[in-house]
Nanobody, 113 residues
Framework: QVQLVESGGGLVQAGGSLRLSCAAS????????MCWYRQAPGKQREFVAR???????YYADSVKGRFTISRDNAKNTVYLQMNNLKPEDTAVYYC???????WGRGTQVTVSS
């Protein structure tokens, strides 16, 4: 079983940046589809970004041009670089290994106006 641990969240002002990390306890191949989701208070969890060697990168419209997903296969880590953050980006951010449905526990991102 793969365990996923997110980190890098925090409090930032609007317009600022954060880089989230998702470290996997086991090896994940470049073919493995890895995703970031987020859940704001009172809202459903929503897709943010995905990456795999076969499918490439894909983003939700709400973050396109501001967020970048990447991975370091040697470190079994997936990243989410978030720039030009907005208050509406405030949420708990989760990573997910889509092939087997493993979730991390999430990291809180709070953007103040």
């Amino acid at each position: 079983q793969v365990q996923l641990v997110e980190s890098g969240g925090g409090l930032v002002q609007a317009g600022g940046s954060l880089r989230l990390s998702c470290a996997a306890s086991g090896s994940i191949s470049s073919d493995t589809l890895m995703c970031w989701y987020r859940q704001a208070p009172g809202k459903q969890r929503e897709f943010v970004a995905r990456i795999s060697s076969g499918l490439g990168r894909y983003y939700a419209d709400s973050v396109k041009g501001r967020f970048t997903i990447s991975r370091d296969n040697a470190k079994n880590t997936v990243y989410l670089q978030m720039n030009n953050l907005k208050p509406e980006d405030t949420a708990v951010y989760y990573c997910k290994e889509e092939n087997r449905g493993y979730w991390g526990r999430g990291t809180q991102v709070t953007v103040s106006s």
